[in-house]
């Protein structure tokens, strides 16, 4: 799923371990999911959208994703 996660967390000025910390997930999730390998769960792209101030739609492009 293609998403905004990188830009804003650097607009945030966090690292991906940061930003982990942020929503209780580990750096690798961040990761993965920076990098469209991993699709969150509901409830973290929730909580994404909650830390950013944003709402999910805003972040995740559901659009430009395959359906699963």
Same mark, same amino acid.
């Given at each position: 799923?293609?998403?905004? /996660? ?6 945030? &000025? ?5 930003? &982990? @910390?942020? /929503?209780? /997930? ?12 991993? !699709? ?6 929730? !909580? ?8 999910? @739609?805003?972040?995740? !492009?559901?659009? @430009?994703?395959?359906?699963?």
């Amino acid at each position: 799923m293609k998403n905004k /996660v990188k830009n804003l967390r650097e607009q945030f &000025g966090l690292s991906q371990a940061q930003l &982990g @910390e942020k /929503v209780s /997930v580990s750096r690798q999730a961040i990761n993965a999911i920076e990098n469209n390998k991993f !699709d969150p769960s509901i409830w973290l792209a929730y !909580d994404l959208a909650k830390f950013f101030n944003l709402s999910i @739609e805003e972040i995740f !492009d559901f659009e @430009e994703s395959e359906r699963k």
